[in-house]
């Protein structure tokens, strides 16, 4: 999967020229499973644009799962989309993604569940913050499934001989730290987040500039993106190696509507000034 | 932590599966190291195989899970691919406290597997997507 977000970062491609720019190889594609972590309504963009990038180039059947309607889809985009209201329907469809392996001539190859928090939220009679037991397992069951099936559509996508393959997931999430209803201590973490970790080779996170970049840079906002986990191998680094590995610069989305094969889709603009790959 | 083994509990396994095959039992040596590495859930999950308490599940569409009937005979469906189990243990030992490898079902899949005495069953493809979704055993 972190080779479709390397994708669509490189696709939307444009210098800022604020730092020197390093050449760098993207993650393998065997490293299948992505968590993009951050603020949740760049984290749709960059899902949706994920989507239509691997179905438009790629080929890729996608199957997006998500709680929130899409105001307007093409209709060839329709099917790809799928809203589950709880956490049990977004399991059994995931679940059931097997049944038309056998009846369709392409099974999916690219799983994407948008804003998992909101499905976890209620999970075992909690809310979102904490760390109640049923609210792990349930992520946890919900990764794992994600896992299974997508091992599972590996192999079918393999016996048939696709370019498609493997099948990979992302799932996007808000964690309690970065929406703020976590612990004060700045060196706290999720623990929805280390159970997610078990599951997920790479995690992309999106992370507001708080500093003056985009004063710098001239735009209202600037993110960072940062590719951290075991799925960042060492084929990733530049040569380099004393530098940091400051990957590319990007101006993301930087109008407000992408346009291919009659694929009309409109994003609130944002500016993504750097991206840095972390060992892991 | 990963959910998938350690090497030296791959290892572990590999050696069970071949001196099982080769004289069907497993010797001392291999339990004690069982032991020491997966603790107390090393003897739960061996009286599990004695018990022939882990199936193999495949439906038609190819798709394949693993049944385990647990101590008091609830059933858990663990997956093939990566750790996971709806049981209590796996969610307090493992998922919160991260002091366990895996719970005891997941460990007996393990030993099953490598001593082939995993019991074989077919359910069809929607009664496979039910047992895969569900959130808590029956």
Redesign the interface.
């Known amino acids: 999967m972190a080779d479709i977000l390397s994708l669509v970062f490189r696709t939307f491609t444009s210098p800022v020229g604020l730092k020197k720019q390093l050449p760098v190889r993207p993650p393998p594609p065997a490293a299948g499973s992505s968590l993009l972590l951050g603020d949740p309504e760049l984290s749709r963009s960059v899902l949706l644009l994920a989507a239509v990038t691997a179905a438009s180039e790629l080929g890729m059947r996608v199957v997006f799962f998500t709680q929130t309607q899409i105001q307007s889809l093409p209709v060839s985009l329709q099917r790809c989309f799928s809203y589950p209201r709880t ?2 329907e977004l ?2 469809q ?3 993604l ?2 038309s ?2 009846t369709s001539p392409t099974p999916p190859s690219l799983i994407i569940v948008d804003r998992l928090e909101g499905f976890l939220c209620g ?1 075992g009679g909690s809310s979102h913050g904490g ?1 109640h ?2 609210q ?3 992520a ?2 919900l ?3 994600l ?2 099936t997508a ?2 559509l590996t ?2 996508l393999e016996q048939r001989g696709s370019n498609s393959g493997p099948c990979r997931f992302i799932v996007s999430f808000l964690s309690e730290v970065d929406s703020g209803q976590g612990s004060k201590d700045p060196s706290g973490t999720d ?1 929805l987040l ?2 997610l ?3 997920f080779q790479v995690r992309c996170t999106l992370d507001p500039d708080r500093g003056y970049g985009a004063a710098a840079a001239g735009v209202q906002e600037v993110w960072h993106i940062y590719l951290s986990g ?1 799925g960042i191998t060492e084929a990733s680094f530049t040569k380099d190696r004393e530098e940091k590995p400051a990957v590319y610069f990007t101006n993301l989305l930087k109008t407000k509507s992408y346009s291919r094969d009659n694929i009309n889709v409109h994003f609130n603009p944002r500016v993504i000034l750097w991206v840095k790959i972390d060992p892991f | 932590m990963r959910s998938v083994l350690p090497a030296v509990a791959e290892q572990l396994f590999r050696d069970i599966h071949k001196t099982y095959q080769e004289t069907s039992q497993i010797p001392n040596d291999l339990l004690i190291a069982l032991r020491f590495v997966f603790g107390p859930c090393a003897l739960q999950a061996l009286d599990l195989v004695d018990q022939h308490s882990v199936t193999c599940l495949s439906s038609p569409s190819g798709r394949k899970a693993f049944q385990v009937v647990g101590g008091s005979g609830t059933l858990y469906t663990c997956f093939l691919s990566c750790h996971y189990c709806p049981c209590p243990a796996f969610a307090y030992t493992v998922l919160r406290r991260n002091e366990g490898l895996l719970c005891k079902h997941i460990l007996a899949v393990y030993l099953c597997q490598a001593m082939a005495v995993t019991q074989q069953e077919s359910v069809s493809d929607q009664q496979m997507s039910i047992l895969l979704s569900r959130t808590s055993a029956p």
């Open positions: 956490l049990e399991l059994l995931v679940a059931g097997h049944e392996t056998s999970a760390s037991p049923a792990l397992s349930c946890a069951h990764s794992a499934l896992c299974d091992a599972f192999q079918i623990p280390d159970v970790d078990r599951y075991r």
